[in-house]
């Protein structure tokens, strides 16, 4: 499913967003309608946990619009090390050789699961997976459009935003204002920096077009969605509206957290994702293999 927006005023970004039902999440392509150059955020490598069974039909299909549009690749971006899908930022570099690049507070988060794997040594922790690393307040260009990098952290230690033109890639801060906020209980999560990068998003223009990571269709909506603005979030966002204040917020977040499950895919996505969403090395019979830790997570709820 697609969903392709008009470009309307000059420097105005043409947004595509793709969603990928089986993780719920929303890739984009971006491009500069002078310039044609376009850029990739959070594409999705295919993984079935049933079976192991890996493929790339989302991304290729990402790569596919690239080339129907006459588009030229030249960033692949990922917003923060996913656990609810594999990257495809990996298998993307491989088939085009363009540049992959991700917040540079990646490091902390590859440090902490580091631990959490009890990976070797010999593993780097130091973004070097990646081509690029961005700082808060970084700039850099697609084609002829400025993109400003936002640190957004309180979902994940990492977490960024692109601003690009009108539009700003939100990632999991901000759901549909029927679907409230990001959850804030991972791994170096935090729900108070959750509440303070959310304002640093509500201080965007109100006709800011906000881009999510994530549709769960909530309630009884059917069709998913992906694209709000500042104004409209400021009005109806269920979790904004009720919460007022950062320790309303707290309070509100944390125990909606506290009744939520783990991703299904958290562990074996995260060990993907702080390589450059690179699979596992494979090992003497040619398979690749993935690594679980037992009891490394807070209990589920069913466990209490």
């Known amino acids: 499913m697609t969903n392709e927006k008009s470009t309307g005023r000059h420097g105005r970004p043409v947004v595509t967003g793709f969603f990928e ?12 309608p002078e310039t044609r150059a376009c850029a990739i955020i959070d594409p999705v490598l295919d993984l079935d946990a049933n079976s192991g069974a890996t493929a790339t039909d989302s991304a290729d299909a990402l790569l596919a619009h690239i080339a129907r549009e006459d588009y030229e690749l030249v960033s692949i971006l990922d917003t923060h090390p ?3 899908h594999f990257s495809a930022a990996g298998y993307l570099k491989s088939k085009t050789g363009v540049p992959t690049a991700i917040g540079e507070k990646v490091v902390d988060v590859q440090k902490l699961w580091k631990h959490i794997y009890n990976y070797a040594d010999t ?10 690393l961005f700082a808060d307040g970084e700039r850099f260009r697609i084609g002829n459009l400025d993109v400003d990098v936002m640190l957004t952290p309180g979902h994940t230690l990492a977490s960024i935003a692109y601003l690009v033109g009108d539009a700003a890639f939100i990632h999991d801060t901000i759901f549909m204002p029927d679907g409230g906020t990001a959850r804030a209980d991972f791994p170096g999560g935090s729900a108070r920096e959750l509440w303070s990068s959310i304002q640093k998003i509500m201080a965007l223009p109100d006709d800011t077009r906000l881009f999510t990571g994530h549709d769960y269709c909530p309630g009884w909506r059917k069709v998913p969605l992906w694209e709000s603005t500042v104004e409209r979030q400021r009005l109806d966002n269920k979790h904004l509206i009720k919460a007022k204040t950062e320790e309303e917020f707290v309070a509100l977040r944390e ?6 499950p783990m991703p299904k895919l958290i562990l074996h996505s995260l060990q993907v994702n702080i390589q450059g969403g690179r699979l596992p ?24």
């Open 281 to 304: 090395e494979q090992e003497g019979n040619g398979k690749r293999y993935l690594k679980i830790p037992l009891d490394a997570l807070e209990p589920a709820p069913w466990a209490d």
């Open 21 to 32: 039902k089986r993780t719920s999440s929303v890739q984009y392509v971006v491009a500069d």
């Open 82 to 84: 996913h656990a609810d």
């Open 255 to 260: 125990a909606r957290d506290r009744e939520l």
């Open 123 to 132: 593993f780097a922790t130091d973004g070097s997976q990646w081509d690029n």
